[in-house]
């Protein structure tokens, strides 16, 4: 039993391509807190030593690489970074560091774009996250602290004008923010 449920969670993981809540396994998997638990740690003992581990803490758990394969994970990564992102990325990037946490509605509003696909691949690489528990049915997104540790940053706020931008940016999403209202207040008269 606790086998087969190691087995569904790595799927999962594997599945998801980001980190999954100990909460959401329990009822995804329909099995108790204390099962998904074992099986975590089983899973943890069995790939401490394998090329493709497991990363867990207190509330989230999520596949990742082995340290010793750092290096070689890095220079892809960087290679990645310099050479592969789209305009369409690039763009996105920027709003998010100077705008997250920001939803999807307010990017591409700001884009003038539908953006799901920008950031669903952003997502998988790793430059942003996603706040799942933003209020109403939208997701919130703001940078990674790997795209930080990338750009030689150790705080969002020592980017190049941020004060002022983030100023800007506020105002557009504001703007945004009440065009979505107006539109959707109706005359009863």
Request: glycine share 4%; hydrophobic share 40%.
């Amino acid at each position: 039993m606790l086998e087969n449920l190691t087995s569904k969670i790595e799927a999962l993981l594997f599945y998801k391509n980001e980190p999954v809540t100990r909460d959401w396994l329990v009822k995804v998997l329909n099995a108790s807190e204390d099962e998904v638990n074992n099986a975590i740690a089983l899973m943890l003992a069995e790939k401490r030593d394998k090329p493709v581990t497991l990363i867990a803490t207190d509330s989230e758990i999520s596949l990742g690489t082995h340290a010793a394969f750092r290096d070689l994970i890095g220079t892809i990564t960087k290679e990645e970074l310099e050479h592969n992102l789209s305009k369409a990325s690039m763009e996105t990037l920027t709003i998010i560091l100077y705008c997250g946490p920001i939803s999807r509605a307010s990017i591409e509003y700001i884009r003038g774009v539908n953006s799901q696909y920008t950031l669903r691949h952003l997502l998988m690489r790793g430059l942003i996250k996603r706040n799942d528990d933003a209020p109403g049915r939208s997701h919130a997104y703001f940078c990674s602290t790997d795209l930080l540790k990338y750009l030689g940053l150790s705080s969002i706020q020592n980017l190049p004008d941020y004060a002022q931008l983030k100023v800007c940016l506020s105002e557009i999403e504001k703007a945004n923010e009440k065009v979505h209202t107006n539109n959707n207040t109706f005359d009863t008269d």
